[in-house]
């Protein structure tokens, strides 16, 4: 990891050497204009959930109307976060995210902890579990009288991680490419969804949509219910900060980050907000809950002949998502690289296709891992918690970035009243998290903290043995003459914001590489 410290930032000239960066400027291009960071967006957000089990949040909220206002009003607070995120993305313009941000306002070790829970469990877990959803919508009409084989569903989910990180390899342009088309099927599939809903209303279908009925409660209305309705709200806006992890490789990232930020969560909230009206003209609320594939349900009631459209549409809903995983998480583990907190390998990218082919490979392995176990479901209710967590992190580290640097450059710059806002929303569903469920948030604390140790030995303890050294460097040349791939030349999008940085982000960090 040390040896990622010393070599990052750029600041070294490009040699021949095997572990240097290649003459001629080699870096991550600037190919994600606006079209693609709404698809990376909106792609990395609706994933299967709105199709298969939008029905977390009815079943806690009690009832069709407090259900829908719970969906708008957690589509309003994604907004309110993604805006606090959208300032930090143009005042830190770095790849990385959330872990960017920490490791630069709040130091090293909270930074590495971010990327820890993220690398061992998050991603891998989340992209397995979305390739699985993908294998058992595409083999399920071979097997209409039983369960889908298991070995099945894993190879073929496998073959979706290999066949997407190829893509990946291949070029930044093609990625996008098929996250732009991908999400745009997702978003026709659900635009027949709500039409579908319209026609239904028309007929006079909205029985659930009248006030009488749509606040009847279904069961007795309970705050801790309604609370955990919320929570699973958020969880279902999970994906909307992912834009964040590719700001280097936006074009016009001060305009093109925020702006996409603008059109992509209104979208997506309108879009979750009228799915479910449509839902309930077709179907009552036990309906609906009884249902393990809500899409399909309806298209079986709705679309006739043509309810194999739902079923289709799941399945590319979900190639989508892994894409759209694999594209971010890759540049997340790229960052932490980087910035000394990964083996510097991962830090590498194409001499010619300029993509991170040694933090993709890496991401697709540590996912393949994730398949042959049989707890994935477990792991993702432990760190989802810690996933939470660090948005609150994040969001209150725009605070106090504004007390340390009132002057710093911000292209965009929010009234303070949008993080107090999210704070104590998130400070509300956190709280109620560890009341209602303290093992399972104590697992996921107890799994963070586990990097502790980690970052001690791998990034805090300078000294380490000559081998350890010699080890990692004929590592990292055995996979650079594998994969083709140099250090790239880094450069700041803005050198006035770096030079404010400075001096807060090191302040007492033990992982800044000492001259």
Same mark, same amino acid.
């Given at each position: ?76 607070? @994604? ?45 891998? @877990? ?15 009409? *071979? ?12 190879? *073929? ?5 290999? *066949? ?37 209303? /028309? ?40 834009? $964040? ?6 074009? $016009?990232?001060?305009? $093109? ?65 892994? $894409? ?29 296709? /300029?993509?991170?082919?040694?933090a993709l490979v890496f991401t697709c392995l540590s996912t393949l891992l994730m398949l042959v176990t049989s707890d994935i479901y477990t792991l993702i209710n432990y760190v989802g918690f810690i996933n939470y967590l660090f948005y609150g992190v994040t969001v209150a580290g725009q605070i106090v970035l504004r007390w340390r640097q009132p002057d710093m450059v911000r292209p965009i710059k929010v009234s303070l009243f949008f993080p107090v806002i999210y704070l104590l929303f998130w400070a509300f569903l956190l709280i109620f998290s560890l009341w209602s469920e303290p093992v399972v948030c104590g697992v996921g604390l107890a799994i ?68």
């Amino acid at each position: 990891m040390e040896e990622g410290a010393r070599r990052r930032g750029g600041s070294e000239k490009a040699s021949d050497g095997p572990d240097q960066p290649a003459k001629g400027g080699v870096g991550l291009k600037k190919e994600i204009g606006l079209v693609s960071a709404c698809g990376i967006i909106v792609g990395n957000i609706i994933g299967s959930g709105i199709f298969v089990s939008p029905k977390g949040v009815l079943e806690n909220s009690g009832s069709v109307g407090l259900a829908l206002l719970v969906w708008l009003m957690t589509g309003l607070i @994604t907004a309110v976060g993604a805006l606090c995120y959208a300032e930090l993305g143009v005042t830190i313009p770095k790849s990385g995210g959330d872990y960017s941000y920490v490791k630069d306002i709040f130091g090293g070790l909270a930074g590495f902890l971010r990327l820890w829970v993220a690398v061992l469990v998050i991603y891998p @877990t989340t992209q397995a579990v979305i390739a699985l959803t993908f294998a058992n919508y595409v083999l399920h009409p *071979l097997f209409p009288t039983c369960l889908v084989p298991e070995g099945g569903l894993r190879l *073929l989910a496998g073959v979706c991680l290999l *066949l997407l990180t190829w893509v990946n390899c291949a070029s930044v342009r093609w990625a996008t490419r098929v996250q732009d088309v991908f999400t745009a099927g997702k978003l026709l599939a659900l635009a027949l969804i709500i039409v579908m809903g319209i026609v239904q209303i /028309c007929k006079g279908q909205y029985y659930w949509l009248e006030p009488r009925h749509a606040f009847e409660a279904f069961v007795p209305v309970d705050v801790g219910l309604v609370a955990l309705a919320f929570l699973q709200g958020s969880f279902a806006y999970g994906g909307w900060n992912f834009l $964040n992890y590719v700001t280097e490789e936006l074009v $016009n990232p001060s305009r $093109n980050l925020p702006l996409a930020i603008f059109i992509s969560i209104p979208l997506v909230t309108f879009i979750f907000v009228f799915a479910n009206v449509a839902y309930v003209t077709a179907m009552s609320p036990q309906e609906l809950l009884a249902s393990n594939a809500v899409a399909v349900t309806f298209g079986e009631k709705l679309l006739g002949v043509m309810a194999w459209i739902m079923p289709i549409s799941v399945a590319l809903s979900t190639f989508g998502g892994v $894409n759209g995983s694999l594209f971010t998480s890759s540049r997340l583990f790229f960052a932490g690289a980087r910035e000394g907190h990964l083996p510097s390998v991962l830090a590498m990218i194409h001499m010619q296709r /300029c993509t991170p082919i040694p933090a993709l490979v890496f991401t697709c392995l540590s996912t393949l891992l994730m398949l042959v176990t049989s707890d994935i479901y477990t792991l993702i209710n432990y760190v989802g918690f810690i996933n939470y967590l660090f948005y609150g992190v994040t969001v209150a580290g725009q605070i106090v970035l504004r007390w340390r640097q009132p002057d710093m450059v911000r292209p965009i710059k929010v009234s303070l009243f949008f993080p107090v806002i999210y704070l104590l929303f998130w400070a509300f569903l956190l709280i109620f998290s560890l009341w209602s469920e303290p093992v399972v948030c104590g697992v996921g604390l107890a799994i963070m903290l586990t990097g502790v140790p980690v970052y001690g030995l791998g990034v805090a303890w300078r000294r380490k043995p000559p081998a350890v050294y010699t080890c990692l460097a004929a590592v990292t040349r055995v996979t650079q003459k594998m994969c083709g791939v140099v250090y790239p030349e880094m450069e700041s999008p803005d050198p006035e914001c770096t030079e404010q940085l400075e001096p807060m982000c090191h302040a007492g960090d033990p992982d800044r590489p000492h001259d």
